[in-house]
């Protein structure tokens, strides 16, 4: 194929263009209350090579503990019983990405509330109420995605932006020029 350097070993044609290979899960994702949302996040972020556990309900206090490390946090029920003792743990146990499905209004909301009960704008910066990156889905599936990747962009520390450039512009390139 024209323009392809055929020692590049990112065109891979067993993983993929870009690919590189994985030993172990990529992080810890527990996601939390079951619904259509959650078992499509569970099935896409198991494909991408996340270790995934779902829980029903809100863990208690020592099934928390019993977790262990948890990098990514996704509460799929706003109305859950316990979601929001649940999303102050977590914030204060540091886990990295702490994500709730919300409206933006009751996202608001809960950030004015967090606020006023001391939490600090690092702590909040892992928040992502609404959960997920606007990519215009609205099926579970879709709503599914659009979580996963901003679980993935987070991890990277990507803002979950289009890979191409503004039209006409190669990524990371100039426009052609005439």
Not at 74 to 99: F, I, S
Not at 116 to 141: K, M, N
């Amino acid at each position: 194929m024209s323009g392809v350097d055929e020692g590049d070993t990112r065109h891979d044609p067993v993983l993929g263009s870009g690919a590189t290979p994985v030993d172990g899960p990529l992080g810890r994702l527990v996601v939390v209350f079951d619904n259509r949302i959650a078992q499509s996040l569970t099935a896409i972020a198991t494909a991408t090579g996340w270790s995934v556990t779902a829980l029903d309900a809100a863990p208690t206090a020592e099934e928390a503990r019993a977790l262990g490390h948890v990098d990514a946090l996704v509460v799929c029920n706003h109305d859950g019983e316990g979601a929001y003792d649940l999303l102050r743990a977590a914030l204060r146990d540091g886990v990295g990405y702490v994500a709730m499905m919300a409206s933006r209004g009751r996202s608001a909301a809960l950030l004015e509330q967090l606020r006023a009960e001391g939490f600090d704008e690092e702590q909040l910066d892992r928040l992502h109420v609404p959960a997920g990156l606007s990519i215009g889905g609205s099926s579970p599936g879709e709503i599914a995605l659009s979580v996963v990747a901003e679980v993935v962009a987070d991890a990277h520390d990507r803002p979950g932006g289009p890979m191409r450039g503004p039209r006409g512009v190669p990524p990371g390139g100039a426009p052609p020029v005439d």
